[in-house]
């Protein structure tokens, strides 16, 4: 009998198996890597906007919190890439002397939530003070 070289069938298919499975492993990492990526950028476009908008509120005077309307008042186009998103804000009368605001962002139709909130106290200041 001569001396064969090569691989045989059954060698041959194995190979082909850890191939594909490391391939699809790998497509699946790339993968999951980028929708993390992207739900890391959303989250961070919903902070800065927030963050500015809470800029805005707190230069408010604490007696006329209650009659602002309960959406955003600063620019929203940072928000753009999150369309369609909702942008509210909601103010709490703990007791007479604090309000607590609350701001939220909600995108990917409701599923995706970022929100941030200030407690305001009555010092009996103006604007900051």
Do not use: C
Request: proline share 4%; aromatic share 8%; charged share 25%.
């Amino acid at each position: 009998m001569s001396k064969e070289r090569g691989f045989s069938l059954v060698e041959v298919l194995v190979g082909l198996l850890i191939l594909t499975i490391v391939i699809t492993t790998t497509i699946v990492m790339f993968t999951e890597r980028h929708r993390r990526l992207r739900q890391a950028n959303e989250t961070i476009l919903a902070y800065q906007a927030l963050s500015n908008e809470v800029e805005i509120w707190r230069r408010i005077d604490f007696a006329q919190l209650d009659g602002q309307p309960p959406t955003f008042q600063s620019d929203t186009s940072i928000l753009q890439p999150l369309k369609p998103f909702n942008a509210a804000v909601k103010v709490d009368t703990p007791r007479a002397d604090i309000k607590n605001v609350t701001f939220t962002v909600r995108w990917n139709k409701g599923q995706r939530e970022a929100h941030l909130s200030i407690l305001r106290a009555d010092t009996g200041g103006k604007g900051l003070w």
